[in-house]
């Protein structure tokens, strides 16, 4: 018998632990894992187990050893997590690429990581091929250029290696909404035991229950992926429903055949299946909470899951954090804080308050660094418990985010008098004398057919450039008009489709590149000191 331990603190035998303790979840998959297609659709825990251990013995096989790094580079689905905790029983380390990177970035990470490996799939290499040096495994069957991860099968599962609590677990990279993204290397101290063990704590209201079918759909080579795996499963649910991608149809049949209690997806799947919470087959109405992390929802969203829901008072629960960080602030939505009033307008932009006893939160002047008054905007600065073990190969940079114990998030913010947050903009997309996520805010509130609003700086002496995604493709420009009727001077807005607009695997805009591509050669407000 396997010691059981009090929390979940030790990634490599998360699944062994679990299947000891005798959890009967069963896991519902929106397709089969890439890692193990012929498994189909439906796993319990003691089959994921034994996946997980199979998979450390392919690795093993392939040569990977203590220390040496792993890279997972594949289509998103949730065995980025499965890959992670395999790679962990053997003592490597996980690099989770996202498989929206683009060529050039996706290169320059791997460059980098410089890995033992790179696990890949057919369709991820068939798009873009082999990596030039890189010594890659496909996991799902013969590809040019790799090694079938099937003659790897067979051999001895190896026996789980214990690491120290502050030698590198996971890394991961950050959206990279600002250019290339950086590599965040998280400990088990830092990821496992601060970040989830505070997560898989029993709290009121917001704690995953027995009783519960809990439903995810996100970005799974993202640190979420694996803080959620933990902290979900080790709260025993009834089902977990993991849907490794955004299409609506798919996300209605899976959860229509069992209606989630706690659904926690990807701020760009919330948007596309909002048309289902008004569906006859509404798969929305016996959730009780809705979690946003990544980045805020728009209002007018929000209102439409919590309205779909038929439990008597749903709550919204939206997270605000980093790569590097964890989670920093959490705010309460609910039906009330949202309504319309004609003397304000609901806005998700309050971020609530730091998480008590784990975080805490600085508003600085941008120039001199010294705190400033509540009220007043400046950059915002934490300091958390689940703070990363820096930036691998760029150790500069990650110095130049540190303030003695203070981390510098990127973000504007102001620090009301109360405590709580209010976001303006990241720093690196700043316009003077406006915050652009407030008034994209009240464009998707105003414009219900609007699925994405974008504000740009457009340069000193011009207004900012609106970008939308309409659902239609289409807007009428009196409702234009009489939308932004009380709001400062807007350009005229750039309709793109949605396929137009560059995203990362969260989903969040690539500002920068939008910049680039409509606005190149004005100059900037934003500096992007700290990103």
Known sequence: MRLLTRRPLDLGPFFETLADRGTTTA?????????APEGGEEWTVPQLAELVAELSAVLAAAGVGPGDRVAVHKRNHWDYALLAAAAARIGAVAALLSDHLEPDALAALLARLAPAVLLSDRYTLALGGTPGGVRTICLDGPAPGAIDAATLRGGAVPPVHRRSDDEPLVINHTSGTTGLPKLVVHTTASLVRKITAFEAHRWPLVSVRPEDTVACASAFAHGRSVSWTISTLWARPRTVLLLADSEPARAAEL????????????????????PLTAGPQNPFRDTRLF???????HPP???????????RLPVWLQGWGQTETGPLTFRFLTRRALARREERHPTTRDLGRPVPGRTALRVVDPETGLPVRRGSAGVVLTRTRGLCAGYLGEQDRWAAKLQGRWFHTGDLGIRTRSGRLLLLDREVDRIPGLSCV?????L???LP?????????????RPPLPVLVTRDGVLDPGRWAHAVRDLPALAEPLLLGRDALPVTGTG????????????SGTAASGTGRWT
Do not use: I, M, N
Not at 27 to 35: F, K, Q, Y
Not at 438 to 442: A, C, G, I, T
């Open 27 to 35: 896991v519902r998959l929106s397709r089969p894992l890439d890692v």
């Open 255 to 274: 959860l229509g055949a069992d209606p989630p209690s706690l659904v926690e997806l990807l701020p760009t799947s919330y948007v596309r299946w909002q």
């Open 291 to 297: 979690v946003s992390t990544f980045d805020a929802v």
């Open 301 to 311: 969203t929000v209102r439409a899951y919590l309205d779909a829901s038929a439990r």
């Open 438 to 442: 407030e008034l994209e805010d009240v």
């Open 444 to 446: 998707h509130d105003r």
């Open 449 to 461: 057919e609007v699925e994405e609003a974008v504000l740009l700086d457009a340069g000193p002496q």
């Open 508 to 519: 969040k805009v690539r500002r920068y590149e939008l910049r680039e591509r409509y606005l």
